[in-house]
């Protein structure tokens, strides 16, 4: 089946450091791609959606100059946590689909600690 | 806009019981509903998806229904086993992208 890698599954880093997150699709080209953000005891909540080469489009609330997200490739889609605060750490995670009437497929997550 | 809602929020249960997982949405305008489990610090597993023109879907121990109308899904596990043990996610798609996702119910099940 389709499979969607993220990369780190865990990083910790210090207050002010910025972080990127990759997504990718190993077998299949994803034209979306989705990033999501789960904190602790709560569902998963929409951040953003970016199609490939173009801007990505950003749910209410979400900052977008704080959440750099590049999909440059068919193939991969990063999310930057810039300045990373203690408040941004959460758990992220990343879906990838085909075409438009294909279903979602969703890496396995990166759980970000900002000391 | 589309409002998810899981209950009960946390159960725990003897090993062997069935059980039932309830979700409900705001708008039944939907393209599909989706049950997923996520084990703790991991991502989603898809359990079962059913399309709007479905009613449900069987996968071993495990039955999804959907009443669109009335704006409701359950999620029946049968023979409950201690490896259920997970949060369980209801999501809906309202069109070819977005999913928007209940607050989960917390399943325990006890040897």
């Known amino acids: 089946g389709a499979v969607v890698s993220q990369h780190p599954s865990w990083v910790i880093c210090k207050s002010g450091t910025s972080v990127k997150i990759e997504c990718r699709s190993l077998d299949f080209q994803a034209t979306t791609m989705f990033w999501y953000r789960q904190f602790p005891k709560q569902s998963l909540m929409l951040m953003a959606t970016s199609n490939e080469g173009s801007k990505a489009t950003y749910e209410q609330g979400v900052e977008k100059d704080k959440f750099l997200i590049n999909h440059a490739s068919l193939t991969l889609s990063t999310l930057t946590v810039t300045s990373a605060h203690p408040e941004d750490s959460s758990f992220y995670i990343c879906s990838a689909k085909a075409e438009s009437n294909q279903p979602q497929h969703f890496g396995d997550g990166t759980r970000l600690s900002i000391l | 806009k589309q409002e998810v809602t899981q209950i009960p929020a946390a159960l725990s249960v003897p090993e062997g019981e069935n059980l039932v997982l309830n979700c409900s949405f705001t708008?039944?305008?939907?393209?599909?509903l989706q049950w997923f489990r996520q084990d703790p610090g991991k991502g989603l597993t898809s359990l079962l998806l059913i399309q709007s023109s479905q009613r449900e879907q069987t996968s071993g121990r495990l039955n999804a229904s959907l009443d669109k109308s009335s704006g409701r899904s359950t999620l029946y596990i049968a023979a409950s086993q201690p490896g259920d043990s997970a949060t369980y996610l209801c999501a809906v798609r309202h069109n070819f992208n977005k999913f928007y996702f209940g607050s989960g119910t917390k399943l325990n099940v006890k040897p």
């Open positions: 708008d039944s305008a939907i393209y599909n």
